[in-house]
């Protein structure tokens, strides 16, 4: 079953704010004193609605499952779990929460008794949750509901920027959006604190190991990977991952084919996106023990295929993979053997081939500056478009839809069936 816009906005903010209304109820019990554990000011943990979202739109295909239903929700919530904390760590350099003390722990952001939880949540959130949630809204007047939901988007939009700004020190620089922020609080739920002010105390009284350490903060931060390192990064892993791809098939298969994701060029996205992120996350974590960064590759790796997976399904109507029939799958969209090469490959990448690559983009920038860079940003930028324009129109015209546009009977005239084929060969229309 899809969701709207408006569903799916419903869903983000109930579950953001019985996170928030759970985290804050444990934590005030845990030191008998009231607790805030939301980032933003108002009652949510915007975390949970994010993953509750994600979990209804990806995982749908496993609702009437009830044990790959739970085990999808567990992945891609502790996957979502490690992610946030190490993004938060990345901003402040400091960790946010820290299961450090609990046995089976992961590099102190994850733990297999929250997994455990976070699979149980997921479950029944997306089994009977979500009819509950979504049983009540529509039971409301559609202007009523639409409203709710833009309403609540403006609250935690403001609310988020106000502490946003204040996690980088800016706050003196839009000092409107703090009052909006704090007018806004006052309707809130149970919060009303003014941002500028008490933001930086509260968060200091749940989380006190985020605010000392600014000199550190400082010195690190040079080491932190700029947009345009990101971008190269995702355009070399883009080509080297086709590449691979493509002679893997011609060893395993004994055929040539296109492994692009894109109309021009070698270069397949799901690759690029995958390089880009993992070291994002990990570079910081390239010293420590091989074992360490396979596991975080193996399980980021196959969450990651899984929601490439969907996606793509979702937005363009094809099936670009399907492991349905080796052993160890998950809904054909993952399985066991290839998150294992997630893993090593991870291994490979931190620990052998990005200090190669990151003096060989060091090297790029030297001598070209902006130029080749932007030239790049430009064609990767209009190719993805224009990609997607093709794929979309090679699924209507499957459906029989005549061309009505113009931008599709531009696709028609340059990518018609026959050369979408050839580079997309398995993709398959559901």
């Known amino acids: 079953m899809s969701h709207t816009f408006y569903e799916l906005g419903i869903l983000f903010f109930t579950y953001s704010f019985l996170g928030w209304l759970a985290e804050t109820a444990v934590a005030t019990i845990k030191v008998k004193d009231f607790r805030n554990r939301g980032f933003a000011s108002g009652p949510f943990c915007f975390v949970y609605g994010f993953t509750g979202a994600l979990l209804t739109v990806f995982l749908q295909d496993l609702r009437k499952d009830a044990l790959f239903l739970f085990l999808g929700s567990m992945a891609v919530a502790t996957a979502v779990e490690w992610f946030t904390g190490k993004m938060l760590e990345r901003m402040k350099w400091k960790k946010w929460w820290d299961y450090s003390d609990k046995k089976w722990n992961y590099d102190g952001y994850i733990c297999p008794q929250y997994s455990l939880l976070w699979g149980a949540l997921g479950f029944l959130a997306v089994r009977y949750g979500n009819g509950i949630i979504l049983g009540v809204y ?64 509260r968060m200091g009284r749940s989380y006190p ?158 001598k070209t500056g902006w130029i080749l860079t932007s030239f790049t940003i430009i064609f990767m930028v209009f190719n993805i478009w224009v990609s997607m324009l093709a794929l979309v129109r090679y699924d209507t015209r499957a459906e ?27 993709a398959i229309r559901q």
Request: charged residues 20%.
């Open 138 to 201: 529509r039971s409301l007047p559609e202007i009523l509901r639409k409203g709710a939901v833009l309403g609540l988007a403006a609250v935690g939009v403001v609310d988020f920027l106000g502490s946003f700004m204040w996690i980088y020190h800016i706050e003196e620089k839009i000092p409107r959006i703090l009052g909006w922020n704090h007018r806004l609080q006052r309707w809130t739920f149970y919060l009303a604190s003014k941002v500028s002010g008490r933001i930086e105390k």
């Open 400 to 426: 029989g839809k005549t061309a009505v546009h113009g931008w599709e009977q531009i696709m028609d005239e340059h990518f018609d069936d026959g050369r979408m084929e050839r580079i997309y060969p398995n």
């Open 209 to 366: 190991a985020i605010l000392p350490g600014r000199e550190e903060e400082k010195e690190k931060a040079g080491e932190k990977c700029s947009f345009v390192q990101v971008f190269w990064l995702f355009v070399i892993g883009a080509f080297a991952g086709d590449i691979v791809e493509t002679i893997f098939c011609r060893i395993t298969a004994g055929v040539w084919m296109s492994r692009s994701s894109l109309v021009w060029g070698p270069f397949s996205v799901v690759w690029g996106l995958a390089i880009a992120l993992v070291t994002v996350l990990l570079y910081k974590d390239r010293d420590k023990q091989e074992h360490h960064i396979f596991w975080v590759g193996l399980f980021l790796g196959g969450a990651y295929e899984y929601i490439c997976s969907v996606f793509t399904e979702i937005v363009f109507g094809k099936v670009f993979w399907d492991y349905s029939a080796m052993p160890f799958n998950l809904g054909g969209r993952i399985n066991l053997l290839y998150c294992f090469f997630w893993g090593i490959a991870a291994v490979v990448w931190i620990k052998g081939l990005y200090p190669k690559v990151a003096r060989l983009i060091d090297a790029i920038l030297r």
